[in-house]
């Protein structure tokens, strides 16, 4: 059942109309140009590190299938670009591969095909007993344990009992030795849980928030009455305001992933202080055609990035972070009342 669930959720994302109708929250962001960069482009270095992994690019193939035989295909396309350009990749829940050993080999293809990548592993909050195997499957660098009430309850056969999520990530976050980070699946992370989070031990956030891939969305196509999955579309935190407001309660590396798709948005993204962003809709449309394609979207993102960095006089991804930002428009609006003030982020030296 699992499996064919899989199926249908790429069949989905591939060809219907699955994004949130509401924006990502970057359009009120906005760099201050510099007609002064003093930055020569070819110097301009883009690598990061992520809880201790180095990175050539601050770009993370977000999770986004395995668990069946159709996916192995889309996983190794992506698994030999990262491999290729020295940036992360996460896979999606590793649940199917664990209890289902016919279809482990959609998984193991990404370790596989990036022997010396940076992998992301992934399971369900309450998955405990699913850590060590998930871990070992795939000799994973980071464990990501997903949040998705909003899909469950949509899901026509969902898990609506969230109880007891707190206690065992904070089990989890206890019993491995690699980081862990808490994603949620495109509604957004809201600054009481990510305090919550930081607190029970997780070591970093991935915010997934409104503007990108709707889980609810992808859910109504396959339930029987369609009307919850519509209600609830567009419901969630958007990306920058998501992504401001962990950053504002936390002192975790936060990745800023939901909707953000080219250089400039990530660019606007790490300026606010991310660490690094995610992307996974559009990889997942062309991971059908092969590797070399999806090496040069990464490609053109990092040149995107690398131009937006030369515009604001940012030689390197430090330096982006203490850049001016202008915050207009009802996401500075949301903030206000959130009570965070975006005129900080105006006046930095």
């Known amino acids: 059942m699992i499996s064919d669930r899989k199926l249908q959720h790429l069949e989905i994302c591939k060809n219907y109309d699955v994004e949130h109708h509401i924006s990502t929250g970057f359009e009120d962001i906005n760099l201050v140009h510099r007609s002064l960069p003093e930055v020569d482009f070819e110097e301009i270095d883009t ?34 670009a990262t491999e290729n350009t ?3 990749m996460g896979v999606g829940s590793q649940r199917a591969g664990i209890s289902n050993p016919e279809l482990k080999d959609t998984f193991t ?77 495109g509604a957004g992370i809201s600054r009481e849980d990510a305090r919550i989070l930081e607190k029970i031990g997780v070591d970093a956030i991935d915010i997934q928030g409104v503007g990108g891939t709707s889980w609810a969305a992808v859910e109504t196509y396959r339930a029987d009455n ?8 567009n419901w969630g935190i958007t990306t920058a305001v998501s992504t401001i407001g962990v950053l504002e309660s936390t002192n975790l590396p936060v990745i800023s992933s939901g909707g953000i798709r080219n250089g400039l948005e990530a660019a606007k993204a790490i300026a606010l202080g991310a660490d690094c962003v995610g992307m996974a809709l559009p990889f997942l449309k062309h991971a059908y055609i092969g590797h070399t394609y999806i090496e040069e979207k990464i490609n053109q993102f990092t040149r995107e990035l690398k131009t937006a960095m030369f515009l604001v006089g940012a030689s390197n991804i430090d330096e982006l972070k203490q850049k001016k ?24 030296i």
């Not at 395995?66 to 996983?75: A, M």
């Not at 369609?226 to 579309?233: K, Q, S």
Request: glycine content about 6%.
């Open 226 to 233: 369609p009307h919850l999955g519509n209600l609830f579309w």
């Open 109 to 185: 293809i990404v370790r596989e095909s990036a022997p010396h990548a940076v992998i992301i592993g992934n399971i369900g909050a309450p998955q405990v007993e699913y850590a060590p195997k998930a871990i070992e499957m795939l000799d994973t660098d980071m464990l990501a344990i997903h949040l998705n009430p909003l899909q469950e309850i949509i899901q026509p056969e969902g898990d609506i009992n969230a109880k007891g999520y707190i206690e065992d990530i904070k089990e989890i976050c206890d019993s491995t030795d690699i980081p862990i980070i808490a994603k949620e699946t």
């Open 86 to 88: 020295s940036i992360a």
């Open 47 to 80: 690598s990061i590190e992520l809880l201790g992994k180095k990175l050539d690019s601050p770009l993370i193939i977000s999770a986004i299938t395995g668990g069946h035989p159709e996916s192995k295909r889309i996983n190794e396309n992506l698994a030999i």
């Open 325 to 348: 930002l202008i915050i207009t428009g009802k996401t500075r609006e949301i903030l206000n009342e959130l009570e965070i003030d975006t005129k900080k982020y105006a006046r930095r």
